[in-house]
């Protein structure tokens, strides 16, 4: 890159990160003013701007606080004060932002809970929340009933859209009893001894193993990821933000929020993602920003063409997880004239930004600003899942290029505040002490991650999901990632899985293809693609890929049926025979297993 093209970068870095801590610069964790605060501050200089607009309906700034206020009334009529939490479980609509936005102005935090969330997980999240009242709507209702006898407390819920015929004691239509209520703002004494430290949602982690984990987000971290985006993406009250993704998650619930809703513009949610109904959406509601997931970027982009999908005003897509071996193909194919990817995560301190659109980077952060963000990468051990610690037992920093976990420091501002999770001994696991001198305390990602010269990062995996095999560290991203143009090949989920008589793990692929399975094709492309130690051992096809609401691929069912043909539907092929890849029977699995057949 020439002098003059590093300058122009530089200074578009320097633009964005300048607006990013001009809009988080005032908010102090001892402050008073809190994020219903700044939501209000936007009402009252847009009052007949529309705020946001749902399937059904849009309100204006004034409509939708009249509607927040009116919850807020509801949750003090229903005795419920500073400090109690509601448990929510809804698709995106008007509502959902106007009830957690009005429980927050009498003190009240919400739970948000995600809405595919069915049985035990979902009584789980609910028995977690410590919520006695649980606001739902028609959709949802019927889990949140079958979930209930395993909560193990009593719940009330209260239902948007409930026929009449379907109230019994402790469950109760909410309609009427909001529309009741007072659209007058409740008084501000009502969050008298609240601060920006004080809990305004909980949101919980995707549960790709294990069940989910309660995150808190205090008011301060509600409002820096609103107002960072708020300033980082330039926009300003003419901008139309489209938001598909779940409320629930921070992604779509604060970052897809913030631009549109602290600056005046307008805020267009739709129930779901629908890759047929997105750019017809998009175009006729006028959107100039669109947050994404990545995953949803490749869905689109796997998508057959659409008219609408080069006609639209969008002017960026923000947001984050856009896979390196999707990025051109999505904004050249959908002329999307800038791209704002970030890094960060619900609970953690850890957050960069990759203003210049450097395809494939999560974020830079260039020399000359290092000590203003904060994240730092230290040396790890795949096998102990352990940073790397020297003779004097201190951690040892990365080199450019190489892999490392990213972490940051925790302290007591803005920056470095690690908000942690409900239950204070997962929040625990999460922080290393004595990293770089005695007594400090850094947040672990979990995260692996590696920076080249110009101070761009990109992300490699996550720690558990990067395997040790011949030696050598074999990152499941990366071979999803170079697997996934492979012929006939429409979803890659790549893993490890132990083997007997061989250290570390063997490669495993769980593939959804199209049509017959082609062995030799699909060799013929791991050999080209792959080195060897990263090519896959086992390869099992499915029907379809399980992911989260999020879009996040579930491996620990995968990993636990790990290459036994008698606990999985469908074939599993080993690697070897003319094909390069053969059906592996149960006497072939018996002769890996003591020691016959080498792998």
């Known amino acids: 890159m020439g002098l003059v093209a590093n300058i122009r970068r530089d200074l578009k870095f320097v633009g964005g990160l300048c607006r990013l801590f001009g809009r988080i610069k005032p908010i102090t964790l001892d402050s008073p003013v809190l994020l219903c605060d700044d939501i209000e501050e936007a009402v009252d200089r847009f009052a007949d701007h529309i705020a946001v607009e749902d399937d059904t309906r849009s309100l204006t700034y004034r409509e939708f606080d009249a509607l927040a206020n009116r919850f807020g009334h509801w949750a003090r009529g229903r005795n419920l004060k500073r400090g109690d939490t509601v448990a929510m479980v809804m698709l995106n609509r008007v509502e959902y932002l106007a009830a957690w936005i009005g429980f927050s102005k009498v003190g009240v935090a919400t739970a948000l809970i995600n ?47 409930l026929a009449d015929a379907d109230e019994t004691s402790d469950r109760r239509g909410l309609d009427k009893p909001v529309r009741g209520a007072s659209t007058v703002r409740p008084p501000r004494n009502l969050r008298d001894g609240l601060t920006n430290r004080s809990t305004a949602l909980f949101i919980y982690t995707s549960g790709t193993t294990g069940l989910p984990k309660a995150a808190r987000v205090p008011h301060s971290r509600a409002r820096t990821y609103m107002r960072a985006f708020a300033g980082a993406t330039a926009a300003t009250d003419k901008d139309v933000t489209f938001n598909t993704l779940p409320l629930y998650h921070s992604t779509g619930g604060l970052v897809g929020i913030g631009p549109a809703l602290l600056n005046g513009g307008r805020l267009v949610l739709r129930k779901k ?21 990545g995953e949803l970027c490749r869905y689109l982009v796997n998508t057959p063409e659409n008219p609408d999908e080069r006609g639209h005003k969008l002017r960026l897509a923000y947001g ?24 960060g995560s619900t609970e953690g301190n850890v957050s960069v930004f990759n203003f210049d659109g450097k395809p494939g980077s999560i974020g830079r952060v260039p020399w000359f600003v290092k000590s203003k963000v904060n994240i730092r990468l230290v040396q790890f051990d795949v096998e102990t899942e352990m940073p790397v610690r020297g003779p004097d037992g201190l951690c040892r920093l990365t080199g450019v290029g190489q892999i490392g976990e990213a972490i940051g420091l925790i302290g007591n501002d803005i920056r470095h505040d690690f908000s942690g999770y409900a239950d204070k001994a997962a929040s625990e696991k999460k922080i290393i002490t004595d990293v770089f001198q005695p007594g400090d305390r850094w947040f672990r990602t979990g995260d692996l991650m590696r920076q080249d010269r110009e101070g761009y990062f990109y992300f490699i995996d996550r720690v558990g999901d990067t395997f040790r095999w011949k030696s050598e560290n074999v990152s499941t991203s990366e071979v999803q990632q170079r697997l996934a143009d492979a012929p006939g090949v429409q979803e890659v989920i790549a893993y490890g899985v132990p083997v007997p008589g061989y250290e570390g793990k063997a490669g495993m692929v769980a593939l959804v293809v199209d049509g017959k399975f082609a062995p ?32 996040k691929y579930k491996k620990s069912d995968l990993v636990a049926d790990g290459f036994d043909p008698e606990r999985v539907d469908g074939p599993i092929y080993v690697r070897g025979g003319k094909t390069g890849y053969t059906k592996l029977t149960a006497t072939a699995r018996t002769a890996i297993l003591n020691g016959t057949t080498r792998l």
Not at 533 to 543: D, N
């Open 273 to 293: 993602f629908s890759a047929q109904a997105f750019w017809p959406d998009v175009k006729a509601t006028g959107a100039t920003l669109f947050v994404y997931i």
């Open 520 to 551: 030799q094709a699909f060799c013929d492309w791991v050999d080209a693609e792959l080195p060897f130690y990263a090519r896959p051992v086992f390869v099992r096809l499915i029907k379809s890929a399980d992911t989260t609401g999020t879009f």
């Open 115 to 161: 809405t595919n969330l069915t049985g035990h997980a979902l009584a789980h999240c609910l028995s977690i929340s410590g919520a006695s009242q649980v606001i739902v709507d028609s959709d949802c209702w019927h889990a949140v009933e079958a979930a209930r006898p395993h909560v193990g407390r009593n719940l009330m819920l209260w239902v948007l859209g």
């Open 320 to 343: 984050n997880g856009l896979r390196p071996d999707v990025w051109d193909d999505f904004q050249k194919r959908f002329a999307i004239p800038d791209i704002l990817e970030f890094y």
